[in-house]
């Protein structure tokens, strides 16, 4: 069963960056594109962006220049370096397989926490 670990989330001046890794077991990972999604108090989860196994990236307009995402397929695990930080980017971020969550997958880490304020 897969299974995702998410870390570095925490507490960060607007501005201010963080790096977020995720741990990733029970698939062959090189093997599929991975994704960041947060999901902000009130709102429903979204991808932020992904990552095909080719290494081809894809923003959402509304962190594009500001976040990098990347992925170390011996590692098994997803990165993504967020800088320039708003109170917008505020929500639990989380990694996932794209195409497991497009087809309702409900097997979600417990997410890492990314708190952007004064």
């Known amino acids: 069963q897969v299974q995702f670990v998410e870390s570095g989330g925490g507490l960060v001046q607007p501005g201010g960056s963080l790096s977020l890794s995720c741990e990733t077991s029970?698939?062959?990972?090189?093997?599929?594109?991975m994704g960041w999604y947060r999901q902000a108090p009130g709102k429903q989860r979204e991808l932020v962006v992904e990552?095909?196994?080719?290494?081809?990236?894809d923003y959402a307009d509304s962190v594009k220049g500001r976040f990098t995402i990347s992925r170390d397929n011996a590692k098994n695990t997803l990165y993504l370096q967020m800088n320039s930080l708003k109170p917008d980017d505020t929500a639990v971020y989380y990694c996932?397989?794209?195409?497991?969550?497009?087809?309702?997958?409900?097997?979600w880490g417990q997410g890492t926490q990314v708190t952007v304020s004064s």
């Open positions: 996932n397989v794209p195409s497991f969550v497009n087809m309702g997958s409900k097997a």
């Open positions: 029970g698939i062959t990972f090189r093997d599929y594109d």
């Open positions: 990552v095909s196994r080719g290494g081809r990236s």
